[in-house]
């Protein structure tokens, strides 16, 4: 069949819209027709030329939500009709990593994810002149139809709006996730936010349900901290309008009984390794556990006197908020239906796929949450 979709033909360049073929779904995989896609940082990282797993030409996007057209041989959890979330963190139930209980980075097809493929090694999507084109994160969402594993799909309830719960395949699950699975924030926490974008304020939203008591948002733009305040932030830190940021959130969070200061929970939702390194030395001797969502450009390192482990502070990081997809994914949206989370207001922009550029220029200049496109 033929599809529109934007294409990323070359890194650092805008997006393409174009007509592009699609075989349909091969044995264990699923077609879907996409009616919402969110832009996530990650998609602007990849399309920048800044991952280092970043292919071309390609179909970016992952934080979709869809219909079920057409099953493959040997699909048995997914019918036509089914509405469904892809996931980029697939969930198999049978490699080790799943069956070790400990990870939610299942293993079964990320070698052919990480190369653009599906997981027979080929691509479903071409130009009309034949040319290969690269799936992405193993979803492509930014086509009005794409094909995916089954093991790749998140089976949701039917009267959940695309426009919304397509959040849920990265930003929501990622923030609160982060929170929930990856910290284990405790009721009365103390937390700093660094970076109050998509995922930021969704960590935010994570620590309110957590019950912390307080809750450190920063970030270089004061426009973020209007939103951030609504979602639980009760103190807001701009990097660049203090000496030194770690030592302003320890200073919050100082009291007569401890002298020391620091948060609890510290996480980082900007990519910028200095910002990763500051999260860590904020948060509290003897016990800070500081959280890495933020993704990296190719080559940057962090770094950090190991003083800093030695004396207590825990360092980890989390991909989709820990999140088991097919089996989490349709509780989060649930919680979205039953008011236990808020989605709306932070869907700032909607645009149309051929719009989806100017959705990426919102993000640069810090004026939208997310933007998400509707087909
Ligand atoms: P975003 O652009 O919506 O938000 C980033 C925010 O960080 C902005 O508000 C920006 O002003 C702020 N910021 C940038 N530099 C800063 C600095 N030095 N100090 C303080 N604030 C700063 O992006 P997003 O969609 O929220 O994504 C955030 C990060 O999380 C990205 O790196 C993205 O790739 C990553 N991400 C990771 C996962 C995961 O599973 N680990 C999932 C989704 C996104
Ligand atoms: N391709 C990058 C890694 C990017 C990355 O860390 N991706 C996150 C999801 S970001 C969603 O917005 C992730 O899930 N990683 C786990 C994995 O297996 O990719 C690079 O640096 O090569
Ligand atoms: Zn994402």
């Keep these: 069949?033929?599809?529109?979709a934007a294409v990323a033909l070359?890194?650092?360049?805008?997006?393409?819209?174009m007509e592009v073929n699609l075989d349909g779904p091969k044995a264990g995989e699923v077609l879907i027709e996409i009616k919402a896609t969110g832009i996530c940082h990650t998609d602007e990282f990849t399309r920048s030329g800044a991952d280092p797993e970043g292919l071309f030409p390609s179909i970016l996007g992952h934080e979709g939500a869809g219909v079920v057209l057409e099953v493959?041989?040997?699909?048995?959890?997914l019918k036509p009709g089914d509405h469904v979330i892809p996931l980029y963190t697939p969930e198999c139930r049978e490699c080790h990593s799943c069956l070790s209980g400990k990870t939610n980075l299942c293993t079964s097809i990320r070698g052919t994810q990480g190369q653009g493929?599906?997981?027979d090694g080929t691509t479903r999507f071409s130009m009309l002149d034949g040319t290969p084109i690269y799936h992405y994160m193993g979803c492509s969402t930014f086509a009005n139809h794409t094909v995916l594993p089954e093991i790749a799909l998140a089976k949701v309830r039917e009267d959940a709006p695309f426009d919304k719960i397509c959040y849920i395949g990265c930003?929501?699950?990622?923030?609160?996730?982060a929170v929930i699975n990856t910290a284990g924030v405790e009721i009365g926490s103390s937390a700093a936010v660094f970076g109050l974008g998509g995922i930021g304020l969704n960590v935010i939203q994570g620590l309110r349900m957590a019950g912390a008591d307080t809750i450190i948002g920063v970030d270089l733009n004061d426009d973020k901290a209007e939103m951030a305040r609504e979602f639980g932030m009760t103190h807001f830190v701009n990097p660049s309008k203090v000496d030194n940021v770690t030592e302003a959130i320890i200073e919050i969070t100082k009291t007569d009984q401890d002298q020391f200061g620091g948060v609890d929970y510290s996480f980082d939702a900007t990519g910028n390794v200095q910002v990763m390194r500051d999260a860590l030395e904020c948060s509290h001797r003897g016990w800070g556990v500081s959280v890495i969502i933020g993704v990296a450009p190719a080559g940057?390192?962090?770094?950090?006197?190991?003083?800093?482990?030695?004396?207590?502070?825990v360092w980890k990081g989390t991909a989709f908020g820990g999140a088991k997809g097919r089996t989490d994914v349709p509780k989060f949206v649930d919680w979205y239906m039953d008011g236990k989370i808020e989605i709306d207001p932070m869907i700032t922009h909607k645009l149309s796929l051929d719009e989806i550029n100017e959705g990426f220029e919102l993000m640069h200049q810090g004026k939208s949450i997310r933007a998400v496109v509707e087909f």
């Design 1 to 4: 069949m033929r599809t529109r």
């Design 300 to 313: 940057a390192e962090i770094s950090t006197r190991p003083f800093q482990l030695v004396t207590g502070r």
């Design 72 to 77: 493959g041989e040997g699909v048995t959890t």
């Design 117 to 119: 493929l599906m997981p």
């Design 171 to 177: 930003g929501v699950t990622t923030g609160i996730g």
């Design 10 to 17: 070359e890194a650092g360049k805008p997006l393409e819209i």
